[in-house]
Nanobody, 127 residues
Framework: VQLVESGGGLVQAGGSLRLSCAAS?????????IGWFRQAPRKEREGVSC????????YYADSVKGRFTISNDNAKNTVYLQMNNLKPEDTAVYYC????????????????????WGQGTQVTVSS
């Protein structure tokens, strides 16, 4: 399984960005979860959101609820993270991660449940 993120950049507070995560290696019969995580300088990696490929169930960390939206395009094996009303505290390297769907993986905090990771994309929000 390989994951490639894109879409990061520099934006002013209140602005928007859309991150993409293109996944390869899953077969058409696989059910999997893709999560977005972020790590700010000198902070631990934290979960942001995750989604199921089978039914599109989505989950969010409290810090991004109402501002971020995760979605998937199964035909393209791509997951998107639409980030609106960005704040300086959203500044971080954002990673997408994936693993096969199973109990416990569909939680934003389930960092240890994901075995496949992308290289990360930088998001910087200026005040």
């Amino acid at each position: 399984v390989q994951l490639v993120e894109s879409g990061g950049g520099l934006v002013q507070a209140g602005g928007s960005l859309r991150l993409s995560c293109a996944a390869s290696g899953f077969t058409s019969v696989d059910d999997y979860a893709i999560g977005w995580f972020r790590q700010a300088p000198r902070k631990e990696r934290e979960g942001v959101s995750c989604i199921s490929s089978s039914d599109g169930s989505a989950y969010y960390a409290d810090s991004v609820k109402g501002r971020f939206t995760i979605s998937n395009d199964n035909a393209k094996n791509t997951v998107y993270l639409q980030m609106n009303n960005l704040k300086p505290e959203d500044t971080a390297v954002y990673y997408c991660a994936a693993d096969y769907l199973r109990v416990g993986v569909l939680r934003p905090q389930a960092i240890l449940e994901y075995n496949y990771w992308g290289q990360g994309t930088q998001v910087t929000v200026s005040s």
